[in-house]
Nanobody, 123 residues
């Protein structure tokens, strides 16, 4: 049974940082592309970053380049998303997901999803 367990969300002040984790069981993350998405109420899930399964290439939402860093620890079977210089507009539920092909920005292309973790940016 595939399970993705997320951690690392919470309340952070503007200009602060967080590292989100996505730990997998029942699947070897290195065999999959891993995407990070975020969603706010009333809006579609938005792709913000992805790391390819085969070549490790990484992708970021254009507007967020430089603030987000995706990485993978194969020994821990965990993927991370480092988020720096957080802004109030980053407040959302963040999700990780696996895909058995190259990265795509479309949420429907991912097979398994983490439970989501809330990130709130506020004073």
């Amino acid at each position: 049974q595939v399970q993705l367990v997320q951690s690392g969300g919470g309340l952070v002040q503007p200009r602060g940082s967080l590292r989100l984790s996505c730990a997998a069981s029942g699947v070897t993350l290195n065999d999959y592309s891993i995407g990070w998405f975020r969603q706010t109420p009333g809006k579609e899930r938005e792709a913000i970053s992805c790391i390819n399964t085969s070549d490790g290439a990484v992708y970021y939402l254009d507007s967020e380049k430089g603030r987000f860093t995706i990485s993978r620890d194969n020994d821990k079977n965990t993927v991370y998303l480092q988020v720096d210089s957080l802004e109030v507009e980053d407040t959302a539920v963040y999700y990780c997901a696996t895909r058995w092909h190259y990265c795509t920005k479309f949420a429907w292309g991912y097979e398994y999803w983490g439970q989501g973790t809330q990130v709130t940016v506020s004073l």
